[in-house]
């Protein structure tokens, strides 16, 4: 189904402010609906300073900001 992310983990982590949607999807429990409202909060807030701030975007929790440490670090500017 093309609306659903594939289920294939990034090989690397990936810096959230630069993340596009595609990349977002394909982290354990996220999904396109979660993935389109951390680049709309970012797009409107401006960059991410720490990953504990995807708490600000409804639908996010601390145990999925748990599970994605491993594939997400915050150090860029957000993507144009």
Not at 22 to 36: C, H, I, Q, R, S
Request: proline content about 10%; glycine content about 8%; aromatic content about 10%.
């Amino acid at each position: 189904d093309a609306w659903k992310p594939r289920g294939e983990r990034p090989s690397r982590p990936m810096d959230l402010n630069l993340a596009q949607p595609t990349d977002l999807a394909a982290l354990p429990g996220m999904g396109w609906a979660l993935a389109y409202r951390v680049i709309a909060d970012r797009e409107r807030n401006g960059a991410y300073r720490t990953l504990d701030d995807l708490h600000y975007v409804p639908g996010i929790t601390q145990e999925l900001i748990q599970t994605w440490r491993p594939y997400l670090y915050v150090e860029g500017r957000s993507a144009p």
